[in-house]
């Protein structure tokens, strides 16, 4: 009895260990695949993805504990989001990589001091407009392949981002960014006084040239103006997306020759003029007056960027729209953050690729800030409606977007000394002249931009 309960016993031991075995294979047909796996070096990060499950690539032990300090131009309310990502991130991913955001006011002259001492922190937001001055500058590294690698591998990651936004951030074939949003302009509109009116705005497509005069018109009447036009940035900016819905650009292909003072500048500035005349002509100057007086309620819209969502929200009145559509082809001003590195280091560089792989998986979250994020996958998401309505409201405009070239100095030398100080003066009847204010102002730039060139060869 003695052994055949040996025996007994033996074989019971088997047959468990047996079935220990083929439970934890999980290769059979039954089995249940595993979702994810440690990389090469046997750690993996995570984060809840837009739909709440955890996704968000594996990452090499290259950036293993590594600590990261990213400068930024977010010092509103987007910097504090930006913050709340860059903890969860650094709490959650089981590298050990620290990541700490630092909001900088005037960042650019800040980069440029740490880089004159040496004291660089390993990352930067940038805005699209200043990667290629901050290229020429030595200030942004290319990032390795293996960064690329890290951040999620670089096709996919071109798959996911509009040709402009990601041509934004290469400069002479080396990948120094990687997009993180697209801020457009917006439509804010008086829901109250659309409805009054018995106009609708639509919600699946711009409004067209004729909807949106006629509600001009309909609105602009018992002190109330239609649309509100100011002067300096509004105007400046619906100037570069009329010129482009009109056919036109404000530059050539290479960023060598302003190209604002064609057929279509002058026809995108009177436009804007006339426009301004019948509306709002005593509107102008610096803050933003415009916005003010929407929401003031007198003014039945107003465009403007995105970073005034977080205001335009607390009043219940405020509707959200895309730009309206006045030409034949659609464009839509905007600008874009984009993710850089200020580091060769490679562990330094890997902790960052994972970080900003990590981020742009999760830029749904990014939409808190009133930005619209960049990666489609995160734009096309349904969570994005309830992460942040008035976002999902416009974020088709950014397949509209264009972006200049990636040239150092050409943002200032077409805009802030170029077009703008001759529309501004032609839209407050202190020029009559558009045509020659444009071709005396495109002159001034073509020579800032020669002059850029030598400076920065």
């Known amino acids: 009895m003695k052994a055949m309960s040996r025996r007994v016993c033996l074989a019971v031991l088997l047959a468990m260990f047996a079935s220990l075995i083929a439970a934890c294979g999980g290769g059979g047909g039954g089995g249940t695949a595993a979702t994810s796996a440690p990389a090469a070096g046997g750690a993996a990060t995570s984060a809840p993805a837009a739909g709440g499950t955890a996704s968000a690539g594996a990452c090499s032990d290259a950036g293993k504990g590594q600590q990261i300090t990213m400068w930024s131009p977010l010092t509103g309310p987007d910097g504090d989001e930006m913050t709340g990502l860059a903890n969860k991130f650094s709490q959650e991913n089981s590298l050990g990589i620290k990541v700490t955001h630092t909001a900088q006011p005037d960042y650019l002259q800040k980069l440029n001091t740490a880089a004159a001492g040496g004291s660089l ?8 407009g200043d990667i290629g001055e901050m290229v020429a500058r030595n200030v942004l590294k290319p990032m390795s392949d293996a960064a690329l690698t890290e951040a999620g591998g670089v096709d996919k990651l071109k798959g996911e981002f509009t040709e402009a936004v990601w041509k934004a951030g290469e400069v002479k074939g080396k990948r120094h960014t990687i997009p993180l949003d697209t801020h457009p302009l917006v439509l804010y509109y008086n829901k109250d006084m659309f409805q009054k009116a018995g106009i609708t705005m639509p919600t699946d497509r711009p409004m067209t040239k004729e909807e949106f005069e006629k509600a001009v018109d309909a609105l602009n009447k018992n002190g109330v103006a239609g649309v509100a036009i100011g002067t300096a940035f509004q105007t400046g900016a619906w100037f570069q ?15 060598t020759q ?16 006339d426009l301004k005349a019948k509306t709002t002509p ?9 916005v003010k007086l929407f929401q003031q309620q007198k003014a039945a819209m107003v ?24 030409g034949s082809t659609y464009s839509v001003w905007g600008n874009s953050h984009q993710l850089a590195m200020t580091t060769e280091d490679p562990a330094k560089q890997a902790a960052a690729g994972c970080w900003i792989g990590w981020l742009s998986q999760n830029s749904v979250q990014w939409a808190k800030a009133g930005q619209v994020p960049a990666r489609k996958s995160a734009r096309e998401s349904a969570d994005l409606a309830t992460v942040s309505p008035p976002v999902a409201a416009f974020a088709k405009e950014v397949e509209a977007v264009k972006f200049l070239p990636p040239v150092a100095g050409l943002e200032g030398a077409l805009w802030g000394q170029g077009f703008e100080p001759a529309l501004n003066a032609y839209l407050l009847g202190q020029s009559t002249d558009i045509k020659k204010g444009l071709d005396d102002a495109a002159a001034k730039s073509d020579q800032i931009i020669k002059d850029n060139a030598a400076k920065y060869k």
């Open 121 to 128: 922190p390993e990352m930067t937001v940038i805005r699209a």
């Open 241 to 255: 997306a009329l010129i482009r819905q009109f056919g036109g650009d404000i530059t050539n292909s290479d960023g």
């Open 258 to 273: 302003a190209t604002y003072n064609s057929d279509q500048g002058v026809q995108a500035a009177t436009y804007i003029h």
């Open 282 to 290: 005593q509107v102008n100057g610096a803050g933003d007056p415009e």
């Open 303 to 326: 465009f403007h960027g995105p970073w005034h969502i977080s205001d335009m929200v607390k009043l219940p009145f405020v509707g959200f729209a895309e730009m309206p559509q006045i």
